[in-house]
């Protein structure tokens, strides 16, 4: 594992997910699921978002629209949050979800408005 690039990750995921979403799923990992948790945070986080060619709000809207296509509603659910942690605004989230109904089809758009409704709700936007 690269030391350094594990620290860079941890830090864009915690200023992505937020501190304590991140902290919360490093303690449940086990023996099991810690060295994936460890790659993830280095790889994805560390490698990929770390690389500061492409800024973090449109990282997060292309994390939108290929996790929406992908219909992994859960991962949408938390990089939503993340989205507009990173200043992704109401419309641009809409505009996304438009995308992902024209290339993915209707029902895949109609699960990430349900989603993002109950996300936008929450963050009162």
């Not at 990173?86 to 992902?100: F, L, P, S």
């Not at 409704?117 to 936007?125: G, I, M, P, S, Y």
């Amino acid at each position: 594992m690269d030391e350094e690039l594990f620290k860079k990750g941890l830090e864009k995921r915690k200023a992505t997910l937020g501190k304590e979403y991140v902290e919360k799923n490093l303690e449940k990992a086990d023996d099991f699921t810690l060295p994936f948790q460890k790659a993830m945070t280095e790889w994805c986080w560390g490698f990929g978002w770390g690389d500061e060619v492409i800024d973090m709000k449109t990282r997060s809207m292309m994390n939108l629209a290929m996790i929406g296509a992908l219909g992994k509603m859960h991962e949408w659910e938390i990089h939503c949050r993340g989205a507009i942690t990173n200043g992704v605004q109401k419309d641009e989230i809409r505009a996304i979800i438009h995308v992902i109904g024209i290339y993915c089809g209707v029902p895949q758009a109609l699960e990430c408005f349900r989603v993002a409704k109950k996300v936008l709700e929450e963050k009162n936007l």
